[in-house]
């Protein structure tokens, strides 16, 4: 690991070796209607055979992605970690980690992207970092009351010998957000105790910052996805506040508190960092994009998607939604409504590494506890994988449809469905155990790749993979489905070549009468989307069928099953 400078970086930029000019120069707001796909790089491909992932397997399979039809691939964090949080524990923001690559490789990742006309977008964690960065090495031996202390978050502790943690705040990840060191004081780590969360009211923590950004920007990457955009501003002020309710978080703990007064989520003094983000953002030609992972309600998600800020904000309302018509009509009205107001583009997202794939989970019935069925292995409820294709196919051709930027998960355009199943013995996310194993946790989404019908890990490496997949990942497989008409590879080429054609504009327009469980609306010069959520087959209005999820029944639209038509 690099030590860590807290002023500009005095190295020269380091454009991608050989890269053509940035694409993203003809239109500088690509990404308000972009088509982005995540890669988690430990899951995509490994070009080395260890099991795991890297970035020479990521360069290797960029074709994959151009002939999708994709704009921009995000990459989740490739950094120097220990993989307590499957790499959003990070020792290092400007390097890579050994075991995934190095510079250059990343370097010749971008401009490989940038040959095949993808942008590239990459993950920063600016809320906290690893326990194995220097900074907080540093800090341990320094002693309490020492200026390195101050670049996190420690307290002493509560109780006569303190032995207490300073308040009642809990972990996103379960049990207390208080570590105790062996000098006798508490760290923060809003999720795992490798992750102490920084103190951004220190000047060095924000010059750092400024400094990634500028070092990945330098690189050539096109924009940046914010991890825990909405937690970085605490209120550190003592006596630090109890909340109450220590067992709510995110947006269940929101509710208790007026608008941006929570003493660590969503405060309002956390868009004057955004705001000084978005002038370094803007220096560039074309300026780079950023996107908020921001778990909060519409109204306050629009204040980070705002022009001077970081410009676009992920939508987690409309993931959340069951699959119900009215409920998605009124998500999407909403969410099209906040973002104009914001002066954002809206964004829709599926499935993400931290929730169960959509193929599986658009199954479950509503208020299901999906930890309670991931710990029963996916069988109670059990899920009909070819329904919850069908389903997933029909909910992704609805997305493909709407106004704004559309997200997509690797492995997505495949059907994968959660591996539910996965053996206790193989779980490697840090809410398994950190939860006394009671939650599973994210694995099941993170389970790599496969790429061919064959081989010890289905053409994901020459080896093993880091997590198993099942056997009936096979099916499942690139080589299975490529060419293959009818299959949900080639649904998602279809759709993506389509999208591009028909996009104009970022209004739709609902039809005024429809079936029930039926959302149907047009969008722009002869362009029409319709839905059918109900149990019943239903007629479709006039027009020419461009492309259906599933195919017609007697003419009309099946049960589970989306439609384009022309107009």
Not at 7 to 23: I, M
Request: hydrophobic share 35%; glycine share 10%; with cysteine.
């Amino acid at each position: 690991m690099t030590d860590r400078p807290t002023t500009p970086d005095p190295r020269p930029p380091h454009p991608a070796p050989g890269a053509t000019p940035d694409l993203s120069s003809k239109d500088p707001d690509w990404w308000r209607q972009a088509v982005v796909y995540q890669v988690y790089p430990r899951s995509f491909a490994d070009a080395d055979g260890d099991g795991l992932g890297d970035l020479r397997g990521v360069t290797r399979r960029l074709t994959h992605l151009a002939a999708l039809g994709v704009d921009a691939l995000w990459l989740s964090p490739f950094y120097p970690s220990e993989l307590a949080d499957g790499g959003y524990d990070v020792a290092d923001p400007r390097d890579v980690d050994p075991r995934l690559g190095t510079l250059d490789d990343f370097d010749a990742l971008v401009a490989e992207a940038h040959r095949l006309g993808l942008k590239v977008i990459v993950d920063i964690v600016p809320n906290h970092t690893s326990h194995q960065h220097v900074w907080f090495q540093e800090a341990l031996r320094a002693g309490p009351g020492s200026p390195a202390r101050d670049r996190y978050v420690f307290r002493d502790g509560r109780g006569p010998g303190g032995e207490l943690p300073p308040t009642d705040w809990q972990s996103v990840f379960g049990g207390s957000a208080w570590q105790r060191v062996p000098d006798g004081q508490w760290y923060l780590h809003l999720f795992a105790a490798e992750q102490p969360d920084l103190n951004w009211g220190h000047p060095e923590v924000r010059a750092d910052a400024r400094t990634t950004l500028r070092f990945w920007a330098d690189r050539g990457v096109d924009g940046f996805r914010v991890d825990v955009a909405h937690a970085l501003v605490k209120d550190l002020g003592e006596p630090l506040r109890d909340l109450g309710a220590p067992e709510l978080s995110d947006e269940a703990a929101l509710a208790g508190f007026p608008p941006g007064t929570h003493p660590f989520y969503d405060r309002d003094e956390v868009h004057e960092i955004y705001r000084d983000w978005r002038k370094i953002l803007d220096a560039y030609s074309p300026p780079r994009m950023a996107v908020a992972e921001a778990w909060v309600p519409g109204a306050r998600r629009a204040l980070y998607a705002r022009p001077d800020e970081l410009g676009q904000a992920f939508n987690f309302e409309y993931l959340k939604t069951p699959w119900d018509a009215g409920a998605l009509r009124r998500v999407i009205t909403d969410s099209l409504a906040t973002a104009r107001a914001a002066g954002a583009s809206a964004t829709w997202v599926l499935s993400n590494h931290d929730v169960v794939r959509h193929a599986s989970r658009l199954m479950l019935p509503p208020g299901t506890d999906e930890n309670a069925w991931l710990l029963s292995g996916g069988r109670a409820p059990a899920v009909d994988p070819d329904a919850g294709l069908r389903r997933a196919r029909a909910a992704t051709l609805l997305m493909l449809a709407l106004p704004g930027s559309a997200y997509v998960y690797q492995g997505e355009e495949l059907g994968l469905p959660e591996v539910a199943d996965l053996p206790t013995e193989v779980l490697q996310d840090p809410i398994w155990e950190q939860t006394g194993r009671v939650r599973k946790g994210r694995d099941g989404c993170r389970v790599p790749l496969p790429w061919t019908a064959t081989g010890p890990s289905y053409g994901f490496g020459p080896g093993g993979a880091w997590l198993p997949q099942p056997p009936g990942f096979a099916a499942y497989a690139v080589e299975t489905q490529d060419g293959t008409e009818g299959s949900t590879l080639e649904l998602y080429r279809t759709a993506l070549r389509l999208r591009r054609k028909l996009l104009s504009g970022e209004t739709l327009t609902w039809a005024e009468e429809t079936p029930d469980g039926v959302l149907q609306f047009d969008r722009g010069d002869g362009w029409r989307c319709v839905t059918n959520l109900s149990p019943d087959p239903v007629g479709l209005p006039a027009g020419e069928v461009l492309l259906t999820s599933a195919p017609l029944e007697d003419g009309r639209l099946g049960p589970d099953t989306t439609a384009w038509l022309g107009r």
